[in-house]
């Protein structure tokens, strides 16, 4: 199926690179005639309904049928367009659109080390739209490959670095998020609430500035770690997340502060080791402790710190260790551990959902390889992104038991929604769980795929599929 989000784009693209378009008057036709000419347009698709009257939807129809069926796109009804509406053979919107994209999934993908004229296309176009800053020289290299992934994350696609058609598509014949423009919107100050402040928090956790609670709420400790990190990368110290700061953030190339007494994901080590001997003997982490703090870890420490009512941060500074190293942690199993985290599922807020879409976003592209569970194969990321996003899930049942609601149109899945796919093998059922990212798409990984990919729902083959969508 084809995706509606770009249709009316791929038409009108299709128009923009042809270089034509109708702006002449329309001709005199009688109400009668100019009713059939909508009816026919309307069971092709190219009109929503018919009115009797000419005006620019009736023009607009008519100039996207024509292209379609390549005619010239006058937005007239001429004589050559007439007899082929009334033809058996007239291309419908919906076929022409699907072929439209086939085109552009068919492409070869520009990769690092091409050098060839397409790539020099691509560098223009990545400028244009505020992506690239080097010089458009037909070689595929690292500052393009930077380009491309930081255009992919933004504009909601598979961040690999590689210009697919999908990715060229987006760019080309559809009109893109512009660089300046997603950091425009993704600034936010002191009284601000929303999921930017939620990210903002989240970075800057990341990067040692931010040791609070991530509310989506910018109060006075998300102003004082914002103005500390643009004292320490150079910049103005205002506590306003503008788009300055945002672009630093996103460069890879800003300061952190790495406190000595914190533990967090990509360490290594004795004190690791430590810390995921006591989670698994608290019964939050699932395997024996093995020194690397990977998501799996990140996940059971948010876990132990949720129940244990500490901030859910991931991390484990001196707070975290002492409880957990003390006779007062909780068990994960314990009855006081199991009514927080269900006080925290019956509190959960209105923009978790927001939150799942965006952290699972950003994983696109990355690796991840945890065990997983083979009758719930891509469980392991989705409750990454739930326990990440607040929502204290512990087994694969409690989203099977939640994702109650069959899918019969892919494209009412929204971003954050939670989908298991049923399928039935030869002596046993499986349910693959995924993460939707909106039109008709999904996210997710597997064992063996090891990375995190974007897919489209109607490209897993499955018998069943059920979402949890309920936000609140």
Same mark, same amino acid.
């Given at each position: 199926?084809?995706?509606?989000?770009?249709?009316?784009?791929?038409?009108?693209?299709?128009?923009?690179?042809?270089?034509?378009?109708?702006?002449?008057?329309?001709?005199?036709?009688?109400?009668?005639?100019?009713?059939?000419?909508?009816?026919?347009?309307?069971?092709?698709?190219?009109?929503? +309904?018919? =009115?009797?009257?000419?005006?620019?939807?009736?023009?607009?129809?008519?100039?996207?049928?024509?292209?379609?069926?390549?005619?010239?796109?006058?937005?007239?009804?001429?004589?050559?367009?007439?007899?082929?509406?009334?033809?058996? %053979?007239? @291309?419908?919107?919906?076929? !022409?659109?699907?072929?439209?994209?086939?085109?552009?999934?068919?492409?070869?993908?520009?990769?690092?080390?091409?050098?060839? /004229?397409?790539?020099?296309?691509?560098?223009?176009?990545?400028?244009?739209?505020? !992506?690239?800053?080097?010089?458009?020289?037909?070689?595929?290299?690292?500052?393009?490959?930077?380009?491309?992934?930081?255009?992919?994350?933004?504009?909601?696609?598979?961040?690999?670095?590689?210009?697919?058609?999908?990715?060229?598509?987006?760019?080309?014949?559809?009109?893109?998020?512009?660089?300046?423009?997603?950091?425009?919107?993704?600034?936010?100050?002191?009284?601000?609430?929303?999921?930017?402040?939620?990210?903002?928090?989240?970075?800057?956790?990341?990067?040692? !500035?931010?040791?609070?609670?991530?509310?989506?709420?910018?109060?006075?400790?998300?102003?004082?770690?914002?103005?500390?990190?643009?004292?320490? /990368?150079?910049?103005?110290?205002?506590?306003?997340?503008?788009? +300055?700061?945002?672009?630093? @953030?996103?460069?890879?190339?800003? /300061?952190?502060?790495?406190?000595?007494?914190?533990?967090?994901?990509?360490?290594?080590?004795?004190?690791?080791?430590?810390?995921?001997?006591?989670?698994?003997?608290?019964?939050?982490?699932?395997?024996?402790?093995?020194?690397?703090?990977?998501?799996?870890?990140?996940?059971?420490?948010?876990?132990?710190?949720?129940?244990?009512?500490?901030?859910?941060?991931?991390?484990?500074?001196?707070?975290?260790?002492?409880?957990?190293?003390?006779?007062?942690?909780?068990?994960?199993? =314990?009855?006081? +551990?199991?009514?927080?985290?269900?006080?925290?599922?019956?509190?959960?807020?209105?923009?978790?959902?927001?939150?799942?879409?965006?952290?699972?976003?950003?994983?696109?592209?990355?690796?991840?390889?945890?065990?997983? =569970?083979?009758?719930?194969?891509?469980?392991?990321?989705?409750?990454?992104?739930?326990?990440?996003?607040?929502?204290?899930?512990?087994?694969?049942?409690?989203?099977?038991?939640?994702?109650?609601?069959?899918?019969?149109?892919?494209?009412?899945?929204?971003?954050? /929604?939670?989908?298991?796919?049923?399928?039935?093998?030869?002596?046993?059922?499986?349910?693959?769980?995924?993460?939707?990212? %909106?039109?008709?798409?999904? @996210?997710?990984?597997?064992?063996?795929?090891?990375?995190?990919?974007?897919? !489209?729902?109607?490209?897993?083959?499955?018998?069943?599929?059920?979402?949890?969508?309920? +936000?609140?």
């Amino acid at each position: 199926m084809f995706h509606r989000r770009i249709a009316a784009a791929v038409i009108a693209a299709a128009l923009f690179l042809t270089g034509v378009g109708g702006a002449e008057a329309a001709l005199s036709m009688a109400s009668g005639d100019i009713r059939d000419l909508e009816d026919r347009l309307a069971s092709l698709g190219y009109l929503e +309904a018919a =009115d009797e009257t000419f005006d620019e939807a009736t023009r607009a129809a008519l100039e996207s049928f024509q292209q379609a069926n390549g005619l010239s796109a006058t937005g007239q009804p001429d004589e050559p367009t007439l007899a082929m509406l009334r033809s058996g %053979g007239a @291309i419908a919107r919906q076929d !022409y659109l699907r072929a439209f994209v086939q085109g552009y999934r068919d492409m070869a993908p520009l990769q690092q080390g091409d050098i060839k /004229n397409q790539v020099q296309t691509l560098q223009l176009k990545l400028q244009e739209y505020g !992506y690239f800053a080097g010089s458009p020289d037909g070689v595929f290299g690292d500052s393009t490959r930077a380009a491309v992934e930081r255009f992919q994350m933004v504009n909601g696609l598979s961040v690999t670095g590689v210009a697919d058609g999908m990715t060229l598509m987006r760019l080309l014949a559809d009109v893109p998020i512009t660089w300046q423009g997603f950091l425009s919107e993704m600034s936010c100050a002191a009284g601000d609430a929303g999921l930017n402040v939620y990210n903002l928090q989240r970075r800057l956790g990341e990067m040692g !500035y931010f040791d609070g609670d991530c509310t989506g709420s910018y109060g006075d400790l998300t102003q004082r770690a914002v103005a500390q990190f643009q004292g320490d /990368n150079g910049l103005e110290q205002t506590g306003v997340a503008d788009a +300055a700061l945002w672009e630093l @953030i996103y460069s890879g190339s800003a /300061n952190t502060r790495r406190r000595a007494d914190v533990v967090q994901l990509g360490d290594t080590g004795d004190r690791v080791e430590l810390i995921q001997g006591r989670l698994y003997a608290l019964g939050y982490l699932a395997r024996e402790a093995d020194g690397v703090f990977d998501r799996a870890t990140e996940t059971a420490v948010r876990l132990f710190q949720m129940a244990n009512e500490l901030t859910a941060t991931g991390r484990v500074g001196s707070d975290t260790l002492g409880l957990l190293q003390s006779e007062q942690a909780r068990a994960m199993g =314990d009855a006081a +551990a199991q009514e927080r985290f269900t006080a925290l599922l019956a509190g959960r807020d209105a923009g978790v959902q927001g939150r799942m879409a965006d952290i699972a976003l950003e994983l696109v592209g990355t690796e991840f390889n945890v065990p997983d =569970d083979p009758l719930y194969p891509g469980f392991a990321l989705v409750q990454y992104v739930c326990v990440a996003a607040g929502l204290p899930i512990t087994a694969p049942e409690a989203l099977i038991r939640l994702a109650d609601d069959p899918v019969e149109d892919p494209e009412e899945v929204a971003m954050g /929604n939670i989908l298991a796919f049923q399928t039935a093998g030869s002596d046993s059922v499986s349910m693959l769980l995924t993460v939707g990212a %909106g039109e008709g798409r999904i @996210i997710y990984t597997t064992p063996e795929i090891g990375w995190v990919v974007m897919s !489209y729902i109607d490209q897993i083959d499955s018998a069943s599929v059920y979402r949890w969508a309920e +936000a609140a």
